[in-house]
Nanobody, 118 residues
Framework: QVQLVESGGGVVQAGGSLRLSCAAVGTIFRFNSMGWYRQAPGKQRELVANIDIGGTTTYVDSVKGRFTISGDNGKNTVYLQMNILKPEDTAVYYC????????????WGQGTQVTVSS
């Protein structure tokens, strides 16, 4: 059974940094893409960043220049370095992964809380 295990959330002051980590457990295949979603109270879940098997990355506009996604495809791990955090970054962050490029994410982590105080 595949599980995505996240770590690294917490509470930080505005302007600070956090690093999220996600590792897949129980896989015998390589994911095509891994990413990070977030969901703030009362808001829809949004894709923050993703990275594909070729190393191509995408970001939502609100985090460009502040967040960096990286990964180790061979180990099915993904990281999200978050700098210059803002209160509006406060959310539950979810790691996600998919096996097929043109389909949706089909594996999800349990979520980790990130709280940015002003």
């Amino acid at each position: 059974q595949v599980q995505l295990v996240e770590s690294g959330g917490g509470v930080v002051q505005a302007g600070g940094s956090l690093r999220l980590s996600c590792a897949a457990v129980g896989t015998i295949f390589r994911f095509n893409s891994m990413g990070w979603y977030r969901q703030a109270p009362g808001k829809q879940r949004e894709l923050v960043a993703n990275i594909d098997i070729g190393g191509t990355t995408t970001y939502v506009d609100s985090v460009k220049g502040r967040f960096t996604i990286s990964g180790d495809n061979g180990k099915n791990t993904v990281y999200l370095q978050m700098n210059i955090l803002k209160p509006e970054d406060t959310a539950v962050y979810y790691c996600a992964a998919k096996r097929v490029a043109n389909l949706g994410y089909d594996y999800w982590g349990q979520g980790t809380q990130v709280t940015v105080s002003s």
